[in-house]
Nanobody, 118 residues
Framework: QVQLVESGGGLVQPGGSLRLSCAASGFTFSNYAMNWYRQTPGKERELVALITDTGGFTKYADSVKGRFTISRDNAKNTVYLQMNSLKPEDTAVYIC???????????WGQGTQVNVSS
């Protein structure tokens, strides 16, 4: 059974930090690129950060570049998103995605809520 379980969300003040985790099970984690998306009501789902299967390449949305860092631990089947200097506009549900485009396999987590507010 495939599972992606996000954790680490919560309420934080502007300028604060959070570290999100996404624990994967039920598939070969090291075959998949991993992505963090975020979703707010009335807006399209936004790709925030991605990391390749080996972790050798990362990419970020312009809105988070320099503030967020994506990383992965293939031994623990976990991907992380370190979020620093958080802004109110970072408030969203953050959703973990596993993608193996070669075989068109994609898995999604349920998401974790991040609220940035004073």
């Amino acid at each position: 059974q495939v599972q992606l379980v996000e954790s680490g969300g919560g309420l934080v003040q502007p300028g604060g930090s959070l570290r999100l985790s996404c624990a994967a099970s039920g598939f070969t984690f090291s075959n998949y690129a991993m992505n963090w998306y975020r979703q707010t009501p009335g807006k399209e789902r936004e790709l925030v950060a991605l990391i390749t299967d080996t972790g050798g390449f990362t990419k970020y949305a312009d809105s988070v570049k320099g503030r967020f860092t994506i990383s992965r631990d293939n031994a623990k089947n976990t991907v992380y998103l370190q979020m620093n200097s958080l802004k109110p506009e970072d408030t969203a549900v953050y959703i973990c995605n596993a993608a193996w485009r070669l075989v068109s396999r994609y898995y999604w987590g349920q998401g974790t809520q991040v609220n940035v507010s004073s």
